[in-house]
């Protein structure tokens, strides 16, 4: 079986069910690019320290160039019998160059190559997911500037608590994907070392330069024991659970959408090129998106417990069930990339019935509170207050209305401490406005905390 790149040792060939089985190239090719550019960094620091010529170096990059256009334009002859992405552009350079192609694995093995190929692909990656991350923020907090004093009802139990203002709850959404994107950027910095240089596990016998092709690769510095450098995944486990954690709020994010556009709550319509109909009931306009992005997140939350799992027994160094952390990880990065990137245009798209939030605010005594702070300023203990309101709200209930539609003779029946400027007190506005505190939801904070965030986002 001369196809693969061990094979004078074994008698016979596997079977082609077990070559499926142990092959990885259907995936790792996607990362090709990567692999060609840490083979070139290698390369050229062999050529610097004379492990290899110079025109060993100058061959392979003239075999790396055609390989490189050969994979983009589609050409590249892709085969199951080389097993991965290593061995496949390896085996086309040796065609291409013949001996300096032999010469570039040199002080290098799979185990250090696929490690780096992975970091390599992930740091472009995170910093994609960035740039997504940053444009939902900044939709976000454009939209919290527009929404500042459009007043919705605030729920705790999904029960009316009290009026808070649209923006202010955009925002909370842009706190959450703000905290995300310090995460990623936390483990962007243990993604981008170098393992290159451990070769199998323990480091190799050549004069290699590790901090030099860290340095043409872009690292910040190299994995300091060459055991760990080539088992661990650490940091893909840190990018499955950030990434986790991005969905999380995606979903809540989509839970709140669903039933906003629902006709019963109807806060919002979403564009309609993020929703279908149905094919039996010609009225249904259905938020999919949303939908299908709550339902995504179970993927990549599956893919983070994936990854922990297939860590877990591992003994050091290298073993094959490593090849198992690369569909998890292509997944959860295309998974998370491509939500955020629908999200930032959609919550741009959002119609807002203002009138409707209104509305649900109005009802639910969303106001009580407020009406309690009240008598605790005219001198009443916070307790007591509480009581005093509780039963106004009895009241309003059994007939039907609205704590505001009482008269003031009705409320001073409850206290009389209750004076004509109680009214003001048990509107929507005074109640958002009087919250004026940082992270409190009166319009000028919001306001103020939008505008920070834009601020900030633009300084990046
Ligand atoms: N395809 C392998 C992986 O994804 C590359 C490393 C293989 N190393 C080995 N010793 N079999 O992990």
Redesign the pocket.
């Known amino acids: 079986n001369k196809a693969q790149a061990w094979s004078a040792r074994f008698s016979e060939p596997v079977s082609d069910l077990v070559k499926r089985y142990t092959a ?1 190239v259907d995936f ?1 090719k996607r990362m090709a690019m990567q692999d060609i550019q840490g083979s070139l960094a290698h390369a050229q620091m062999l050529a610097k320290v004379g492990v290899i010529s110079s025109q060993d170096f100058a061959d392979i990059e003239r075999g790396m160039t055609i390989i490189g256009q050969e994979i983009a334009s589609g050409q590249f002859q892709w085969s199951l019998d080389l097993e ?1 992405v ?1 061995l496949n552009i390896e085996k086309r350079l040796v065609e291409l160059i013949g001996d300096a192609g032999k010469r570039l694995h040199t002080g290098r093995s ?2 250090d190559q ?1 490690a780096t190929d992975i970091r390599l692909w992930l740091r472009e990656q995170i910093d994609l997911i960035q740039l997504q991350l940053k444009s939902l923020r900044r939709t976000l907090a454009e939209q919290a500037l527009i929404y500042a004093d459009t007043i919705m009802p605030g729920f705790t139990h999904l029960q009316v608590a009290q009026p808070v203002t649209f923006g202010h709850h955009l925002m909370a959404y842009a706190e959450m994907f703000t905290r995300d994107a310090e995460r990623l950027a936390d483990c962007r910095a243990r993604v981008n070392r170098l393992p290159l240089g451990a070769a199998a596990l323990a480091g190799t016998s050549y004069p290699i330069d590790r901090e030099q092709v860290a340095k043409t690769l872009g690292f910040d510095g190299v994995c300091q024991n060459s055991l760990d450098a080539v088992s661990d995944r650490d940091f893909a486990i840190e990018f499955c659970a950030a990434s986790a954690i991005v969905m999380v709020h995606i979903s809540r994010l989509s839970e709140e959408l669903v039933l906003w556009m629902s006709p019963k709550v109807g806060f919002i319509t979403l564009a309609d090129r993020f929703c279908t109909g149905s094919s039996i009931m010609p009225q249904k306009k259905n938020p999919d998106v949303p939908e299908l992005a709550r339902g995504k997140t179970g993927r990549v939350n599956g893919h983070l417990m994936a990854l922990l799992t297939l860590m877990k027994g591992q003994p050091l160094a ?1 073993n ?1 069930d ?2 198992e952390d ?1 569909e998890g990880l292509f997944d959860t990065a295309d998974t998370v990339r491509d939500t955020l990137t629908i999200f930032a245009d959609m919550m741009k798209g959002l119609t807002v019935h203002a009138q409707n939030m209104q509305a649900a605010a109005r009802q639910g005594f969303a106001t009580a509170t407020d009406l309690a702070d009240y008598l605790v300023k005219k001198g009443l203990p916070f307790r007591d207050a509480h009581e005093v309101v509780a039963h106004a709200v009895l009241t309003c209930e059994k007939r039907g209305c609205d704590l505001a539609d009482l008269s003031l003779d009705e409320l001073k029946a409850f206290d009389d401490r209750i004076d004509s400027t109680v009214h003001e007190v048990l509107t929507l506005e005074g109640s958002v406005n009087a919250r004026d505190h940082i992270g409190g939801t009166a319009p000028a904070q919001v306001k103020a905390a939008a505008q920070a965030m834009l601020k900030t986002l633009s300084s990046q």
Do not use: C, L, M, T
């Open positions: 990885s790792d991965d290593h799979r185990n696929v290298y094959k490593n090849q690369k």
